[in-house]
């Protein structure tokens, strides 16, 4: 087990300090930000031990939760320097679905169009959300032709659609998982396992589309169909 552990410590440090790097080209000051965010933990939790005459117990849980706010922060703008590089790139915005947490299942591509605009799709408790990709014009009439679909097998349930991009009544792809999260949760979990695979059921199968010319965008995957999982965990 220990040998285990030394080859492991060493590749996770690794990896965070390749995640620094990366976030840091993006972020610049987040050396500075981290270290802000420490201190300042760690000095109001000093500042009540002395207060309250017992400065080393304090002292400890400061540093305890000096670490863990770093990390927090330090977690939250690794992400958004890495959406931030993955914008404007195709498939970016199944790249952020895909990392949603358990309870959430997407598929990506469930319509496309010549000029390689897509749809994506993930059910969750907030009901259904069409995310489109490419061209605002011709993804509305992309995104109405698939709620029309939908509208035939989910009944009452929601169906959200949101367009990735930077203008007027668009959603920034750093915004888009917040943007999700907080819609309002109206369904159980069984139903949204329900809705899903009647939505699987109903067939997004690249057949029935038209087939995009040139190769497919960089990162994105074909779906499957029923038989493929689809789902987030």
Known sequence: MARKDNTENPGRLKQIAQTYKMTRRVDRKIGWILAGVGLVTLGVLLAIGFWIGHPIYLGILGLLLALLACAIVFGRRAERAAYGQME?????????????????????????????DVVHRAVGKAGIVLVGEGNPNRLRGLLASEKKKMSRVVGDVPVHDMIVGNDEGQVPLTKLRTRIVKLPRVLPGSQVTEVNDRLRALGDLMSNMPVPKGPMPKGMRMPKGPKGSGGLR
């Open 88 to 116: 404007g790139q195709p498939g970016a915005a199944a790249a952020v679905l895909e990392n949603f947490g358990r309870g959430w299942h997407t598929t990506p591509a469930i319509a496309m169009n010549r000029s390689q």
